[in-house]
C-alpha cells in the first residue's frame, strides 16, 4: 500500500507542476499575459487541477489500486 502512495504522489506532483506550466504556456499564447501575470494563469490551472482530482478522488483511487488487487 506504501507502494501505491509514492506513486500517487509522484504523478500528483508531476501532472501539477505539467498544469502550471501550461496554464503559462496558454496565457502567453492567447496573449493574456499582456493584462495578468502569466504566474497567475499557472496558479489558476494549479487550482483547476486540485478541484478535479478532489472530485474525482474515488475514481483515482480504484484506478490506482486496481494493478494491486490481483497481487
Not at 46 to 59: H, R, T
Request: proline share 1%.
Amino acid at each position: 500500500m506504501i507502494m501505491v502512495t509514492v506513486i500517487g504522489l509522484v504523478f500528483f506532483v508531476a501532472i501539477g507542476y505539467f498544469a502550471y506550466t501550461f496554464g503559462q504556456c496558454v496565457s502567453l499564447f492567447t496573449r493574456l499575459d499582456r493584462l495578468i501575470n502569466k504566474k497567475v494563469f499557472g496558479v489558476l490551472s494549479v487550482f483547476l487541477y486540485f478541484y478535479l482530482v478532489y472530485i474525482n478522488q474515488n475514481s483515482l483511487i480504484s484506478a490506482l489500486s486496481k494493478p494491486f488487487e490481483n497481487l
